[in-house]
Structures are given as structure tokens and as C-alpha cells.
């Protein structure tokens, strides 16, 4: 008992200086008053990196064969010579223009902000794309945030700009949202997708408490304010009110799907069940098996890559709090498995 008692201060202590040193930081970023919002479009020429690294390649090998080496200041001489010639040939001008945007989904799709950006900077664009290619990989998360997000990527179909999904490790449920949203889905053969299904899972230590003879009071103006709480007692009523809930939410979460991919048998396939990419395309849930390297390099051929990424810009003091606040968050959602038991996600 000794022992649980110093590792319980040392805990609290511990929390302590934690908590001290957040609200120091959450302080000193309100008053800093330079990162509302602020960031900056970066744009990376992939056709150009694709071109360099095959020359970079072509001339090591070249100079690896027998007799055919040149002298070290030779190819130095030649690498700053296709350097030095930024101007675009006629080919290279009569391309069709491809932009690539990367989506990294967690729970509460996080990097939304970042898409808004990316999407708005796109539609502005003198020169509309002819394709836009969307990297994603997601597990889904929450319903509302991802209901943003695919909204988002819905965009570019009312500016008639074509839009490709390419999933190389997963794009489930709040992932599937997003991805449904493209004119194609191209799936790596390994992929998941699907789990068209909403879950939401909430603990209850109310019994808990009356042992301990705490009392929870709960009041709410409206009988359906509050369905299921953590602390108080749950009712039958309750518990009907919010399955209903979960019931209207895959409603709207099937109509969504349906509405842009009407050949799906959503009443086989909105079960909730995960499918890899090679029976996903056999029950029609994407369009094409290959990764999106091979897409790329394809499209490379006739069409001119380039991918933008919104970056937000902080404060050090700004950063180094949302360090500190995502490695605490990432270490208390890892000991109590938050994610799969208090929120309701697609």
C-alpha cells in the first residue's frame, strides 16, 4: 500500500507540472497573437523530380559501365547544364496539368484545414487542372469532421475538375466517405476499404459511484438532450433514443455512397465489413488495382505533376505546445483505448 501511495503522488505530481507547463504555453500562444490561421501554399514539380532522378540514374549507370566512364567534373558539368535550362519545351507546355494532394486521416481528421486550403487554392488557379490525384489513407473518425472533409473534395466536381482517389494502405469508413467523392477509386491490391458502418461505444461508472455513495445530477431542458452519459444512470429511453441516432447516421452515411457510387449493393456491403482491394473492385467499391506510384508515373507521361500542401505557420511557442499537447493526448488515448470508446465514428 506504501508503494501505491508514493506512485499515486508521483503520478499527481507528475500531472502537475504537465498541466503547469500546457497552460503556460496555451497562455503565452493567446497572447503571441501571430498564428490565426496564417500559412502558406507550397508547390513541388514531381515531373521535374521524376526527370532528374531518371537522369541521375541514366548517367551513375552510364558512367558504371565498362569504358564508359566519364570524369568526375565531366558529369558535374553535365548535371549543372540540365540545371541551368528552366525553360520549358513545347512538349512540356502542351502537357495536361495534374495536381497531387496527400490526406492523412486520424480521428478527428485533423488535416481538414489543410484540405479547405489546398481545395480553395486549386479552384483559384489561373490555369484549371485537368485531374486532381488525391493520396489518401484513413481509418475514418468522426462523423462531422469528415462529413467536412469529403465535402471538401465534393468541390471539385461542381468546378467539373476530375477527381481521382488513390488508396494505398486504407480508406475505411470516414476514409470510404471521402474517397466516394472521386470520379475513380484506384486501390493497391492489399488496401482496405469499406466498413460502411457507425460505432460508438461509451462507458458508464455510475454504479461505480453510488458504491462510493456519490451522487451524479444531471439536469437538461429537453427530453433528448442527453441520451447516454459517462457518469450518470442510464435509462431504456435513453438507450432507444441514441441507437436511433446511430440508425439515421448510417441512413445518411448509405445515402451519401449511394449517391455517388449508385452501382454498390449497399444492403450487402453497409454492414460495417472490411474489404481488401482485389474484392473490393469485385464488389464495385473502387474502379482499378494498382498503387498510386504507378498511377503517377503513368499520368507522368502526358501530363505535368505538381503537388500542393497547405503548411500552417506557428510560433515556436505555438509549436512546442502542440507537441507537448499531442504527446500527452497521444499517451492518454493509448492507455484508455479513447478512440474506440467515446465517441461516435464512421
Known amino acids: ?4 501511495g508514493e506512485y499515486g503522488l508521483f503520478l499527481l505530481q507528475t500531472l502537475t507540472v504537465v498541466f503547469a507547463v500546457l497552460f503556460v504555453l496555451a497562455v503565452g500562444t493567446k497572447f503571441s497573437g501571430s498564428d490565426d ?8 514539380d514531381i515531373s521535374k523530380k521524376y526527370a532528374e532522378q531518371k537522369d541521375y540514374v541514366a548517367t551513375e549507370i552510364k558512367a558504371a559501365l565498362p569504358g564508359q566512364k566519364k570524369s568526375l567534373l565531366e558529369r558535374i558539368k553535365q548535371r549543372f547544364r540540365k540545371r ?39 479552384l483559384a488557379m489561373d490555369r484549371s487542372p485537368n485531374c486532381v490525384l488525391l493520396k489518401l489513407t484513413s481509418p475514418g473518425g468522426l462523423v462531422n469532421t469528415y462529413g467536412l472533409a469529403s465535402s471538401q473534395l465534393s468541390r471539385f466536381k461542381d468546378a467539373g475538375i476530375e477527381l481521382v482517389a488513390c488508396v494505398d494502405t486504407v480508406a475505411a469508413s470516414g476514409g470510404y466517405m471521402m474517397a466516394v467523392c472521386a470520379d475513380r477509386i484506384i486501390s493497391a ?3 482496405i476499404l469499406g466498413s460502411i458502418g457507425v460505432v460508438a461505444q461509451i462507458p458508464n461508472i455510475n454504479r ?9 445530477e444531471l439536469h437538461t431542458a429537453g427530453t433528448n438532450k442527453r441520451t447516454l452519459t459517462v457518469l450518470g444512470e442510464n ?10 441516432d446511430l440508425t439515421q447516421t448510417h441512413d445518411l ?10 452501382g454498390l449493393d449497399l444492403d450487402s456491403l453497409a454492414d460495417g465489413s472490411i474489404f481488401y ?3 473490393a473492385l469485385e464488389k464495385g467499391l473502387c474502379d482499378q488495382i494498382a498503387t498510386s506510384d504507378d498511377i503517377l508515373m503513368q499520368m507522368n507521361r502526358d501530363h505535368q505533376l505538381i503537388s500542393l500542401k497547405w503548411h500552417q505557420k506557428k510560433s515556436l511557442v505555438a509549436r512546442v505546445g502542440r507537441d507537448v499537447s499531442a504527446a500527452v493526448s497521444d499517451q492518454i488515448d493509448a492507455f484508455i483505448h479513447r478512440s474506440n470508446q467515446d465517441f461516435t465514428r464512421l
Open 37 to 44: 490561421a496564417k500559412g502558406v501554399i507550397k508547390v513541388t
Open 208 to 216: 461505480f459511484l453510488k458504491n462510493r455513495d456519490i451522487d451524479v
Open 84 to 122: 541551368d535550362n528552366p525553360v520549358a519545351t513545347d512538349t512540356e507546355l502542351e502537357k495536361k496539368l495534374a495536381v497531387i494532394l496527400e490526406f492523412k486521416g486520424d480521428i478527428k481528421a485533423s488535416q481538414v484545414s489543410a484540405l479547405r486550403e489546398e481545395v480553395s487554392a486549386i
Open 189 to 191: 491490391p492489399f488496401a
Open 253 to 262: 452515411f448509405k445515402a451519401w455512397i449511394a449517391a455517388r457510387r449508385p
Open 235 to 244: 435509462t431504456p429511453e435513453g438507450r432507444k433514443k441514441f441507437k436511433e
Open 277 to 279: 482491394g482485389t474484392d
Open 1 to 4: 500500500m506504501e508503494l501505491l
